[in-house]
């Protein structure tokens, strides 16, 4: 499968604990997203990068979360002492650049639970 | 800010027949209008997309049109069936500065009566 690629899946953790997702993204995709998703709404935008380089961070961020794509590749989303409203679905979604791109590509996400 | 408003949330209809679904955007730079559809536990995946330089677009079923002067656009599925059950999102491309990214709607869920 050469799609997006998430891991994990799901994860469970208790209030106060950090937490870390990955994505993969298509190989020749320069630009990656990461969207929360929550039930009953639309994907909502958290940050962007084009190749290494973080170009937007949503206002509606805490400074709890953090990602990185450190080589252009692959990126992380960490999440410091989440909280019971980080609860959700974690979308990643890769797109290339250029002419008449603009289509996303999404993973399967990971759902983050917070007891 | 950026907002795209979708209606209705929810929509049930017979097989066999139209589905209709609309969404504003508020900003008028945005020139790229696509549509996801996300079956239940499933990632969401493009059906149909439009830019601004047409009105309309056909793929078999499904139609989108885009009116620029309103800032609205609409998907429209024909002779539904059982499988078009699911959560549509419109979205609409916003840019500004270096940075550009896809904001959503809040959803359709879509049923389609046997």
């Known amino acids: 499968d050469t799609g997006v690629s998430q891991d994990p899946r799901h994860k469970i953790t208790k209030r106060g604990q950090n937490v870390t997702f990955r994505c993969d993204p298509i190989?020749?995709?320069?630009?990656l997203y990461w969207y929360r998703q929550t039930l009953g709404q639309g994907p909502e935008f958290l940050t962007y990068?084009?190749?290494?380089?973080?170009?937007?961070k949503s206002r509606l961020l805490s400074d709890r979360f953090s990602a990185e794509r450190p080589k252009g590749s692959f990126s992380t989303l960490e999440i410091q002492r989440t909280e019971q409203g980080d609860s959700a679905m974690y979308l990643c979604?890769?797109?290339?650049?250029?002419?008449?791109?603009?289509?996303?590509?999404f993973g399967e996400g990971s759902r983050l639970t917070v007891l | 800010g950026e907002n795209v408003e979708q209606h209705p949330s929810t929509l049930s209809v017979q097989e066999g027949d139209s589905a209709v679904i609309k969404c504003t955007y508020s900003?008028?730079?945005?020139?790229?209008f696509p549509w996801y559809k996300q079956e239940l536990g499933k990632r969401p995946q493009l059906i149909i997309d439009?830019?601004?330089?047409?009105g309309e677009k056909k793929d078999q079923r499904i139609a989108v049109t885009l009116n620029k002067t309103a800032k609205h656009f609409s998907l429209h599925i024909t002779e539904t069936q059982p499988e078009d059950s699911a959560v549509y999102f419109c979205?609409?491309?916003?840019?500004?500065?270096?940075?550009?990214?896809?904001?959503f709607g809040k959803g359709t869920k879509l049923t389609v009566n046997p």
């Open positions: 979604a890769s797109s290339i650049s250029g002419g008449y791109a603009g289509e996303l590509f």
């Open positions: 190989s020749e995709h320069n630009r």
């Open positions: 990068f084009q190749n290494e380089a973080q170009l937007e």
């Open positions: 900003d008028s730079a945005s020139n790229y």
């Open positions: 439009i830019r601004s330089n047409v």
């Open positions: 979205a609409a491309r916003w840019i500004q500065g270096g940075s550009e990214k896809l904001v």
